[in-house]
Nanobody, 124 residues
Framework: VQLVESGGGLVQAGGSLRLSCAASGRTFSRYVMGWFRQAPGKEREFVAAINWSGTTYYADSVKGRFTISRDNAKTMYLQMNSLKPEDTAVYYC????????????????????WGQGTQVTVSS
């Protein structure tokens, strides 16, 4: 399974971007897909996740501003609104072909497949 992110770029504070994550390879019947980000000099952190039934889970720092969605088991999105300079990071999509409690979605070790990342830069 390969994951490829797209949609990153440079945007002013208060602006919006939509990231996409396209999965190729076999189709998952039960899965969790998530977004993580890593800012310069910081550890990678959880942003949002969605499972096969549509249940979503967000980090507190993005609740109300970001929306995760998927149109099938192959493509996932992250709509990012009201962007802040502190949202600047490389954003990674990740996936695992299994079902887990939503309370575990923030754990990076949960995910088996990772993309290469896409840069998001928010200027002040």
């Amino acid at each position: 399974v390969q994951l490829v992110e797209s949609g990153g770029g440079l945007v002013q504070a208060g602006g919006s971007l939509r990231l996409s994550c396209a999965a190729s390879g076999r189709t998952f019947s039960r899965y969790v897909m998530g977004w993580f980000r890593q800012a310069p000099g910081k550890e990678r952190e959880f942003v949002a996740a969605i499972n096969w039934s549509g249940t979503t889970y967000y980090a507190d720092s993005v609740k109300g501003r970001f929306t995760i969605s998927r149109d099938n088991a192959k493509t996932m999105y992250l709509q990012m609104n009201s962007l802040k300079p502190e949202d600047t990071a490389v954003y990674y999509c990740a996936a695992v072909d299994a079902q887990y409690s939503a309370s575990y979605y923030y754990r990076q070790t949960l995910y088996r497949y990772w993309g290469q990342g896409t840069q998001v830069t928010v200027s002040s």
